[in-house]
């Protein structure tokens, strides 16, 4: 995943053809499958989960998971020590990484440790650019960058038709995920 590494200016995640897949949709969502990994600040428990990702423009984008994920955990930590979270969007790879990713496990269990058992091997995980998170290897393209946790910051996301024909909430406020480097394969395949 680190053919293409791009870091300041140059960023533009619209390079990507992140579409808009319904007509009712909030804007174009650059994440509808993948993982976005965070890191609790007390504990360094790693969580890998699936939320969807609005484009606001070619650096950011809004984050919809709700409030009793462990995002939302990691978030509310990062918010008490007043700092903005790293994290680390994923797309490619196994589609194994997309179920787990999706799927809720217990607080502290590591989807990466999942992601290998039930592969019946180790995910091979290469690090970030911008933190010390890590990513699948063989994922075709990564968003790095970070998450404000002050409600000050967040955006209107939303609605998004889903798979099943219908459209998943309103609008409402999300937290931001600012892109500081963005990875990819050569001739990477968008998924969503």
Same mark, same amino acid.
């Given at each position: 995943v680190?053919?293409n590494?791009v870091?300041?200016?140059?960023i533009?995640i619209g390079i990507?053809?992140a579409?808009?897949?319904?007509p009712?949709?909030g804007?174009?969502y650059f994440?509808?499958?993948g993982?976005?990994a965070t890191?609790?600040?007390?504990?360094g428990?790693?969580?890998v989960?699936?939320?969807?990702?609005m484009?606001?423009?070619?650096r950011s984008?809004?984050?919809?998971?709700t409030?009793?994920?462990?995002?939302?955990q990691?978030?509310?930590?990062?918010?008490?020590i007043?700092?903005?979270?790293?994290?680390?969007?994923?797309?490619?790879g196994?589609p194994l990484?997309?179920?787990? $990713?999706?799927?809720?496990?217990p !607080?502290g *269990?590591n =989807?990466?440790? /999942?992601?290998?058992?039930l592969r019946?091997?180790?995910v091979?995980l290469i690090?970030c650019e911008?933190s010390?998170l $890590?990513?699948?290897a063989d994922a !075709?393209? *990564?968003l =790095?960058?970070? /998450?404000d946790p002050e409600?000050s910051?967040?955006?209107?996301e939303?609605?998004?038709?889903e798979f099943?024909?219908?459209?998943?909430?309103?609008?409402?406020?999300?937290?931001v995920?600012?892109?500081e480097a963005?990875?990819?394969r050569n001739?990477?395949?968008?998924q969503?």
């Amino acid at each position: 995943v680190k053919d293409n590494i791009v870091k300041g200016e140059g960023i533009d995640i619209g390079i990507f053809p992140a579409p808009k897949y319904n007509p009712f949709d909030g804007g174009r969502y650059f994440i509808t499958t993948g993982g976005i990994a965070t890191k609790d600040p007390e504990t360094g428990w790693i969580n890998v989960g699936l939320y969807r990702g609005m484009m606001i423009d070619g650096r950011s984008m809004t984050i919809q998971a709700t409030i009793h994920q462990h995002f939302h955990q990691h978030l509310n930590k990062y918010r008490k020590i007043g700092k903005k979270m790293p994290a680390a969007y994923f797309i490619g790879g196994d589609p194994l990484y997309a179920f787990c $990713a999706g799927s809720f496990y217990p !607080e502290g *269990v590591n =989807e990466y440790e /999942v992601m290998g058992a039930l592969r019946g091997e180790g995910v091979e995980l290469i690090r970030c650019e911008t933190s010390d998170l $890590a990513v699948p290897a063989d994922a !075709e393209i *990564v968003l =790095e960058g970070t /998450v404000d946790p002050e409600f000050s910051s967040y955006k209107e996301e939303g609605p998004f038709g889903e798979f099943t024909g219908y459209y998943a909430g309103h609008k409402s406020l999300q937290p931001v995920f600012a892109v500081e480097a963005i990875s990819y394969r050569n001739d990477p395949i968008f998924q969503g």
